[in-house]
């Protein structure tokens, strides 16, 4: 048969041995500077002290009191009375003193040293003035009578804190604000400025179980108001709204995807806008229209796998509303309204995404009805402490709880006949109310977690965890102390009787001694009646004393019964926690892989982006190579374009010279002809005298030749026919062979070197073929130049053979021409 | 200070006012031990008169 003990056994064995014991750290204890968790740790060991010397105070006046009531008994005349009440009195006034130094020696070491430098700082600031304030002035004012220079201006530390909620406790979370200040200062004799006092208030509030949401009915609006002011502009920007802004931030662009997959990739750009602006309110305002374009443009383009994702995520964030949503409604169990339920997460700094109502709706319905099932079986197992309302009927009660009754087991817990079992049960339930509360802290550290490493979800869990089992083992310390102040009592019953029993046998050996001595028959019968009535007394205290060392004994059973009792319900409770713990450290595990799959599906991107920028790189640099290349090759067109100029207008310039020595020639035979004409004019003029009536004779001048430019006669060209070199040849050989013969072959040379230099139409001459006249006497032309000029080098030519030979060329082309064209 | 500087010296300060308090209990204890004395001394000599007388 499977056995539960075994399993408690197990999930106790598993408890780390640092955690369990009480009273022992379990925590680092080198290093300077505190962590969270020690300065948690610290604050807790410093209220476990305060709290044992508020127990030695309070045993010391039981001492008193206890002192003064058996002066009475006893019969102390008054001056005794007197003297028991002073000394006892001074005695209470001693430990008071003493614990109330040591309580302050144990607040101070909590007490940051920087408050303590920025309180000398500020007291120069405040003129220099160091002087008390006026009591009475103070008085009408209203204000404290404790003097200015021990005014704090404190940060909200964790000292005061737990005095402001042991306040609250004693109190009432409905105190105003006025007694709150009033007993602050009675508590920790200092004046602490008063705008901190309300957030002080709302730190203290906080803590007290059952009090969040309580508003502050009792406090008068008229202070309140002011109190408000002060604490907004003391307080600009709430840590909530903090929070909130960096989770913002955070995933922005996250939220941004969520909006394209909701409205869908073909949404409008105002519809984006409009569900991003729900989504992260007036943010949306401070960013400019690139920054929303590109955001909008990052977000919709999602590949497919992270449109999964993403989808999951809406999931996950609808599981989270839930939770969300569940978490309020266990805070808040008197809301009974979606709406309200909203108002009241928005106020806590919440802004809950209901992009679909009905699903709010139902989330709060489901959480709602969830809540009350819950509600309904808590209420039907345990008495809630606080309750003011009757014990559960005897027919309700657990079977132990009766038993305990019958065995007279009740104890006194604030004017209720609890039993043990059932106090612990309450604050089991009190535990685990605070533990609901933490694991909806931690449900929410969740929520602004979304995608955090593993490491930091970790650490906020154990330290839940740690926090919780440390208040588990508190509870044993509870019924301890319980059972201790039982026996006390036993054992004070125990010591009276035993001193007042001796007190009689004392007085009974009086009596016998005056007994042996001589007695009349009245003072012998008197001595008997006061002997009688002492040994009566004897055997009742006897009976008394014997009663209290058996009740002692049973106490002393009941407490190591209720000590296993307690263990018992811790190793339950340790095993619920874990039951609670390990969905979220499965939940950290799947964050710390989506972290890494996450991780490597940015390192991918990262090396993808790396790969384009260096292919991009290199683009850049063969697109440069490419533009040199396209630079040179227009250069290169350009050159042969200007080549081609420059050979068109070379070709024009050697036509230009063919004509200008046209011109010369024929310029030089007319001005032969005028000086003829002149030398014929003047030996007539030397001959003759001219008569007066002579009439001159006609001109006898003829042009020699007509220049007609070829270039300006193109149709001239087709109209001329071709002919062949060689016939060319033959017609120059017969008529001026003599002088100079037509070498083919050199004029072949002649015209490859010139066709490819500044004549290129001299490629039209084929010399096997026929060619347009022109051409062949372009090529001619430039024949008999070079051959000038190789005779000019030669030596053995003179200007007058050039001339010579100008002349003839002129005279065969013309006469060839006549020839071929007739 | 260390945290294991600042918890030893939360348990010395307790333990100093404990001592303290302690030496107060026992003087408070003595004072009124005599008181007591001396009203039972008185108490017996009552009682013995009332006998003898």
């Known amino acids: 048969m499977h056995d539960w003990k075994d399993d408690l056994q197990r999930v106790f064995a598993s408890i780390p041995k640092e955690e369990a014991p009480q009273g022992e750290s379990s925590l680092p204890v080198e290093g300077e500077a505190l962590s969270e968790e020690e300065a948690k740790k610290l604050l807790e060991a410093l209220e476990d002290a305060q709290e044992r010397l508020t127990r030695a105070e309070q045993q010391a006046h039981g001492e008193g009191v206890s002192n003064s009531i058996r002066a009475g008994r006893e019969g102390a005349t008054a001056s005794e009375s007197r003297e028991v009440h002073e000394a006892t009195q001074e005695f209470e006034e001693g430990v008071k003193e003493r614990v109330r130094r040591a309580k302050k020696a144990i607040r101070d070491i909590e007490r940051p040293v920087k408050k303590k430098k920025r309180r000398n700082e500020e007291e120069p600031a405040q003129g220099g003035s160091l002087k008390v304030r006026s009591e009475e002035t103070a008085r009408e004012s209203g204000q404290s009578t404790i003097p200015k220079e021990r005014v704090r201006n404190p940060q909200i530390d964790g000292r005061l804190i737990i005095i402001g909620r042991e306040i609250l406790n004693e109190r009432g979370v409905n105190i105003t604000v006025e007694d709150f200040i009033q007993a602050i200062e009675e508590e920790t004799g200092e004046h602490i400025s008063r705008e901190y006092y309300y957030s002080l208030f709302n730190a203290a509030r906080a803590q007290v179980p059952f009090a969040i949401g309580k508003k502050r009915e009792k406090i008068d609006e008229k202070k309140e108001e002011p109190l408000k002011k002060q604490e907004q502009e003391s307080q600009p920007q709430k840590k909530p709204q903090e929070h909130h802004d960096k989770q913002e931030s955070l995933d922005i662009d996250f939220i941004a995807r969520l909006v394209v997959l909701e409205c869908g990739q073909s949404g409008s750009y105002a519809q984006y806008c409009d569900r991003l602006r729900r989504r992260i309110g007036g943010k949306i305002d401070s960013m400019s229209q690139k920054e929303l374009s590109d955001l909008f443009r990052r977000a919709s383009i999602v590949r497919h796998p992270e449109e999964e994702k993403i989808k999951q995520n809406v999931e996950e964030n609808r599981r989270r509303l839930f939770e969300l949503v569940s978490l309020f409604v266990r805070e808040f169990p008197e809301v009974t309204s979606g709406t309200e339920l909203i108002r009241i997460m928005k106020e806590r700094g919440y802004d809950p995404d209901i992009a679909n109502t009905d699903d709010f709706l139902s989330f709060f319905d489901q959480a709602h009805s969830d809540a009350q099932k819950k509600s309904e079986r808590i209420s039907q197992s345990v008495v809630h402490p606080e309750s003011t309302g009757p014990l559960l009927d005897r027919e309700q009660k657990p079977s132990h709880a009766i038993q305990e009754e019958k065995d007279g087991d009740v104890i006194d817990v604030e004017g209720y006949a609890i039993t043990p079992s059932q106090e612990v049960a309450s604050h089991l339930y009190v535990e685990d109310d605070v533990f609901s509360k933490k694991k909806g802290r931690v449900a929410r550290v969740f929520e602004s977690l979304s995608e955090r490493t593993k490491e930091s979800v970790a650490r906020i869990w154990d330290r839940a965890g740690i926090e919780y089992r440390q208040r588990i083992v508190r509870i044993p310390a509870f019924i301890e102390r319980l059972h201790d102040k039982k026996a006390q009592r036993k054992k004070v019953l125990i010591e009276d009787s035993e001193a007042e029993i001796k007190k009689i046998q004392q007085e009974l050996d009086t009596i016998s001694e005056l007994e042996k001595g001589p007695l009349t028959k009245k003072q012998r019968k008197q001595a008997q009646k006061d002997r009688d009535k002492r040994e009566k007394r004897l055997t009742e205290l006897e009976q008394i004393r014997n009663e209290g060392i058996r009740a002692l004994d049973v106490v002393q059973e009941q407490k190591k019964k209720y000590q296993h009792t307690c263990q018992e319900m811790a190793h339950k409770t340790y095993a619920v926690i874990e039951g609670i713990a390990s969905p979220f450290r499965e939940r950290s595990i799947d964050l710390e892989d989506q972290y890494k799959r996450v991780w490597q599906k940015a390192m991918h991107f990262y090396n993808d982006i790396k790969e384009i920028q260096s292919i991009i790189t290199t683009l850049e640099k063969q697109q440069k190579t490419t533009a040199i290349k396209a630079e040179k090759l227009i250069l290169k067109e350009k050159i042969r374009a200007l080549r081609t100029t420059l050979e068109q207008a070379l070709s024009q310039y050697a036509r230009c010279q063919q004509e200008l020595s046209k011109i010369q020639s024929v310029l030089t035979q007319v001005k032969k002809k005028i000086k003829k004409w002149d030398d014929k004019i003047e030996s007539i003029k030397t001959k003759s005298k001219p008569s007066p009536n002579r009439t001159p004779k006609a001109s006898t001048w003829e042009p020699i030749g007509e220049y007609t430019p070829e270039i300006e006669q193109p149709e001239q060209e087709k109209k001329e026919p071709n002919v062949s070199v060689k016939k060319y040849q033959t017609l120059w050989n017969e008529r001026f062979g003599d002088s100079l013969m037509f070498d083919i072959s050199a004029l072949d040379t002649i015209r490859r070197e010139l066709a490819s230099t500044i004549m290129p139409e001299l490629k039209k001459v084929s010399l096997n073929e026929t060619a347009p006249i022109k051409y062949i006497e372009l090529l001619l032309r430039a024949y008999i130049k070079k051959v000038i000029e190789q005779e000019r080098l030669k030596g053995g030519w003179s200007s007058k053979s050039d001339k010579k030979l100008s002349e003839r060329t002129d005279e065969m082309i013309t006469y060839i021409r006549a020839r071929v064209i007739t | ?53």
């Open chain 2, 1 to 53: 200070m260390t945290y294991k500087e600042k918890v030893s010296l939360i348990e010395k300060i307790e333990s100093e006012c404990g001592k303290e308090i302690k030496a107060l209990t026992l003087g408070y204890r003595q004072k009124i031990l005599k008181i007591f004395d001396r009203v039972r001394d008185r108490k017996i000599k009552e009682l013995k008169k009332n006998i003898l007388l």
